[in-house]
């Protein structure tokens, strides 16, 4: 019988143990918070039936901070503990659903999933995200009412729940909420606008095509401070146009078109410094355009096609080929020409 060298037994050993280390890191996860993604992970690929371009291919083993559209930091109490910080599965084109099992990912800030095939709900289990900065979960197929989670997400401030299949009635209290940006177009929701809209503090608001009736509360005028762009196309509103929104000296885009708003545009319209793109089409306004909103010095586009207005708005101008189109004489500081585009009105008088 050949007894093995000394070397041969310490290249042995070595061997050895270097497979062991890798089977030891292959088996073991490196603190508690990564053994609670990984199980909260392989959940969620469980609840996957579809990924076609192979997103979760390589959603195996404890190392989750290599797992595609995973992404890790040093937790904010202890740096030197690594967590699970961030997920972005955006147009992978997934579908499935979300697993309460994703409540264990307690040190997740963003967590982005537009643009796939995910169902059901958002899971009750979110309320343990207390992180949680960012939620996108835009242009899915989630369905049920407003995500009541999202209320209790201390840390939340950009809200993206768009291009979905929710309902019902839009929770007041979301208004209270210290958000950035709040995106719930293209849904089915059917609500009206609560007395406190004003109290929220966002740089964007977007409620397009849902059926949100009713009025403007006056309240909007406490967002002055902070509210940049408002789109409330195809919701329903009616009655007329608060005068209040002059007061919004921030805001930049302001698009209430294809409603059922009546009356004569607020001359306040004139004192929105910022305003860029101004569009009130396919409304029920009626009775003179003023001219204050054509020195607004920063505007852009101004559409009010399809409404009853008496004449068009007095401006200094030339009148392009284009029927309806004028371009502004007046140049600002900055020599960019300003160009509105003006489509025709319907008649001031019912056929």
């Known amino acids: ?7 041969l037994k310490f ?3 070595v061997l050895l143990g270097f497979f062991t280390t890798l089977s030891h890191q292959a088996t073991s996860p490196p603190n508690p918070r990564l053994q609670n993604a990984y199980y909260a992970l392989q959940a969620w690929k469980h609840s996957i039936t579809s990924d076609p371009r192979g997103f979760t291919s390589n959603w195996y083993g404890y190392n989750v901070c290599n797992y595609t559209g995973v992404f890790c930091a040093p937790s904010l109490d202890d740096a030197n503990l690594t967590t699970v910080a ?36 958002v899971p009750k289990s979110f309320v343990k995200l207390r992180l949680l900065y960012e939620l996108d979960i835009s242009n899915n197929r989630f369905s049920g009412s407003f995500p009541s989670v999202v209320l209790s997400l201390p840390s939340l401030k950009f809200l993206d729940i768009r291009f979905n299949q929710f309902q019902g009635d839009i929770p007041s209290k979301l208004y209270d909420l ?8 293209n849904n089915q929701f ?9 109290n929220s503090p966002v740089s964007v608001l977007v409620f397009a095509n849902n059926n949100i009736k009713g009025c403007l509360p006056s309240s909007i005028k406490k ?35 294809s409603n059922s708003l009546e009356g004569m545009l607020p001359e306040s319209i004139g004192e929105m410094k910022s305003l860029e ?15 204050s909103i054509c020195s607004l010095p920063r505007l852009e586009n101004f559409t009010y ?18 029927k309806g189109h004028f371009i502004l004489s007046k140049i600002r500081s900055d020599n960019a020409r300003i160009h509105v585009t003006l489509s025709e009105n319907r008649p001031s008088f019912m056929l």
């Open 1 to 7: 019988m050949n007894i093995p060298s000394p070397h």
């Open 11 to 13: 290249v042995f050993l």
């Open 86 to 121: 961030g997920i972005d599965l955006n147009h992978a084109n997934i579908t499935g659903s979300l697993p309460e099992d994703l409540g264990l990912l307690t040190d997740l800030a963003l967590f982005h999933i537009n643009s796939n095939n995910f169902c059901g709900t």
């Open 178 to 185: 210290k958000l950035d940006a709040i995106f719930v177009n």
């Open 190 to 198: 059917n609500a009206s606008f609560p007395k406190n809209l004003g």
């Open 223 to 257: 967002m002055s401070n902070t509210l940049e762009e408002i789109i409330l196309m195809n919701v329903g509103l009616s009655g007329c146009l608060t005068p209040d929104i002059g007061s919004l000296k921030k805001l930049t885009v302001f698009d209430v078109s």
């Open 277 to 291: 793109q101004l569009n009130v089409a396919h409304n029920k306004f009626s009775g003179d355009i003023p001219s």
């Open 305 to 322: 096609s399809d409404n009853y207005f008496s004449v068009t708005p007095v401006l200094t101008h030339k009148r392009s080929s284009q």
